[in-house]
């Protein structure tokens, strides 16, 4: 069976579009925020939804994302809640969600049972930061015997054994991330990036979404140029700081919605 992901890439592709790939963490600042969030999201542009699952102990995010998980914590999300959250978000939309954390939840879970759960709810793809894939031997058969695409990160220190790898054991799409660092929103793009990412494209056989730092939709026209796809996070999750309510909403489908339309000029 064909994952929502593959599909969503090859639908993109026979269009000559590049997909948007949005993050927000779940339960931020409380799951039903979440749930009225996705289907206008989806709506809005977003080809692929990224669920953050809160985690206390973000490294690899930056100011922004870590206050998101502390206010989602802090409202009391767990794991168990996020997957119940894409079971209701399953009646509303179809679009493709990747669950995007650190490896200590899901470890903690149970890999063969999370897998299975996950896929059960309507999860589609999973991203764990610092789970790379020389070190996922316990979660790789789980996820494949669920039908769950595993997705990895490389980043422009990435040898070539590392990018041979994550594209061996990888599925759904790889992940690169443009800048060395932490996430947020940056001023410009990376001069290298064009060099980097034909090199990554070149050694791959996945859709290369790029991401980290990327925040307004001339940045995201740059970088859709020379991937598959796009990922926005800190814009986004910047709005839940600045709103509420209605406003919020609005303020998330806005943006959404310009930076897609930046992917089809």
Known sequence: MTSR???RFKQLTATGEKALVTFITAGDPDLSVTASLLPLMA???????????PFSDPMADGPTIQRSSERALAGGTTLEQVLQLVTSARKQTDVPIVLMGYSNPV?????????????AAGVDGL?????????????????????????????PTSGPDRIKTAS?????????????????????VSGSL??????ICAGVPLPVAAGFGIAT?????????????????????KLFEQHQGDKLQQEVVTLIRSLKQALKI
């Open 217 to 237: 939709p001339e940045q995201a026209r740059q970088v859709a140029s020379l991937a598959d796809g796009v990922v926005v996070g800190s814009a986004i999750v």
């Open 5 to 7: 992901i593959k599909k």
């Open 168 to 188: 061996r054991y990888g599925s759904g799409f790889i992940y690169y991330v443009t800048v060395t660092g932490v996430t947020g929103a940056r001023q410009t």
């Open 127 to 155: 991203l764990l930061v610092d789970l790379p894939p020389e070190e996922a031997d316990e979660l790789r058969p789980a996820a494949r015997a669920a039908g769950l695409d595993l997705i990895f990160l490389l980043t």
């Open 194 to 199: 064009a060099d980097e990412l034909k090199t």
């Open 107 to 119: 470890y903690a879970y149970g890999w063969q049972r999370f897998a299975q759960d996950a896929v």
């Open 43 to 53: 709506e809005a542009g977003a080809d692929i939804i990224e669920l953050g699952i």
